[in-house]
């Protein structure tokens, strides 16, 4: 179930990332990790992810359900249901399980070339798993693994830090970032917001986040993802 990239800048940047990715993988062998957990430059991770991890049996593959959508300028953030539609931080794999999916057709390892990279393994790999966060739930069931939920608000989306590839921008009118939420995502107490929510602005973020949660309802009813 290849996908059809019909946009060449976004092909040329998948192409790119896919391969670090898997370079990354391949040097990661060196350390023998547990788990290997994806992440984008604008995300944070919640502080007890690793700590789950090691305290629960062996699984191939988990992702992240629920997490939050925070404005970097105006200090705000939303939270959000269903968050693997939205972000690319939101699966930690088994790496054995994550490189059977490459299915290399040959030995590599993180000093092979970019075009040798991309030879070794399938289009499916680089777009599908490794460039389209987004298909992974409903991917994965297919192959025989249904992904497990971290339990906690595992992961945060940084929008409008001027460096997001998406552009999207996002988490405007939302609840103003406190102490608690710096402690358990390891941000600065500076990045605490002066900010208080009104009346208006509570209700708003109760009322997006339980709308989160209907779409993402009806995402995994479905098969394909709603907004």
């Known amino acids: 179930m290849d996908i059809k990239v019909q946009d060449t ?13 898997i370079s990354g993988l ?3 062998k060196k350390f023998n990790p547990d788990y290997i957990f994806l992440l984008d430059a604008d995300d944070w991770v919640h502080k007890e992810v690793v700590e789950h991890l090691h305290s629960q049996p062996s699984y ?3 992702y992240v359900d629920c997490g939050y959508l925070v404005n970097y300028k105006s200090k705000e953030r939303k939270r959000k249901h269903g968050m693997v539609r939205y972000c690319g931080s939101t699966f930690a794999y088994q790496p054995s399980f994550l490189m059977k999916l490459g299915d290399m057709k040959f ?17 499916r790999f680089i777009y599908d798993i490794l460039g389209n966060h987004s298909i992974g739930y409903h991917l994965f069931p297919k192959m025989g693994f249904r992904p497990k939920p971290f339990p906690m608000r595992a992961i945060t989306w940084v929008c409008e830090t001027g460096q997001n590839v998406s552009r999207s921008s ?3 009118n939302g609840l103003p970032i406190d102490r608690k939420y710096c402690d358990l995502f390891g941000i600065p107490e500076t990045f605490i917001s002066s900010n208080d929510a009104d009346f208006i602005v509570k209700i708003r973020e109760i009322l997006g986040c339980i709308r989160s949660k209907i779409t993402w309802t009806q995402s995994k009813i479905t098969g394909q993802n709603k907004y």
């Open 107 to 123: 030995e590599i390892n993180e000093t092979t070339s970019q075009d040798q990279l991309l030879s070794s393994t399938s289009d």
């Open 170 to 172: 996002g988490g405007m």
């Open 60 to 62: 191939p593959v988990w």
């Open 9 to 21: 800048n976004y092909k040329v940047f998948i192409h790119d990332k896919g391969t670090k990715l």
């Open 26 to 28: 391949l040097f990661s």
